[in-house]
């Protein structure tokens, strides 16, 4: 399975990796956990919108700032875990940093390719700051039940949707915590508190 989607991407293009800034070499078909840099998943985070662009507000919706609103609503939520599973809600979608964040539609029309980069990804990226390459099944579960709860609000607070619209493509949450209207913030401030809060959890972990 792995060489039949390899084999097709390599085909395409030659050179597999992508320069960061850090100056870190990731190889995007064969991720190593030693290329990788918080620095660098903060940095393009924070530049990845989510829904496409399609939000209001003065600045663009980061998947950081999702990224940094699901681990705090994780945090809420599940106050008891171990600390190093917010750190996971944290980073739940820093593969986007290498790949972007598409649309749920066009992920299933890519369908293996894409959630083989993606999968990959998320493996060196857990493995590189301590954290099991797959979690367990529970707190997979317990993070989309979170990410999925933020992208209702988002889809009435930010893109435009109707309570009875978002909630037929999306399940209206039921939460405990108290939802707070989502303002978008810029680029340069959601990187800062992603970085603030990665280095708050690893304190915590340590």
């Known amino acids: 399975m792995v060489d039949k989607i390899i084999k097709p991407l390599n085909k395409i293009n030659k050179r597999a990796w992508q320069r960061m800034l850090s100056g870190r070499k990731l190889d995007i078909l064969s991720p190593s956990p030693l290329d990788i840099e918080i620095k660098d998943i903060a940095l393009g985070l924070s530049r990845v919108t989510r829904w496409n662009g399609q939000t209001t507000g003065k600045h663009p919706y980061s998947v950081a700032q999702h990224s940094v609103l699901v681990e705090e609503l994780f945090s809420k939520e599940y106050p008891d875990l171990d600390p190093k599973w917010n750190l996971a809600a944290l980073l739940h979608d820093s593969p986007e940093y290498v790949i972007g964040d598409l649309i749920t539609p066009f992920k299933y029309a890519l369908n293996n390719s894409y959630r083989f980069v993606e999968e990959s990804l998320m493996k060196a990226i857990y493995l590189r700051f301590g954290l099991p390459a797959l979690p367990p099944k529970h707190i997979e579960t317990k993070i989309k039940r979170i990410d999925k709860a933020l992208a209702w609000f988002e889809a009435i607070d930010l893109a435009g949707y109707k309570e009875e619209e978002a909630s037929q493509i999306i399940k209206k ?18 990187e800062k508190r992603f970085l603030k809060r990665f280095h708050e959890i690893i304190l915590k972990i340590s």
């Open 173 to 190: 949450p039921n939460l405990n915590s108290k939802h707070q209207f989502i303002v978008a913030l810029s680029a340069n401030d959601i």
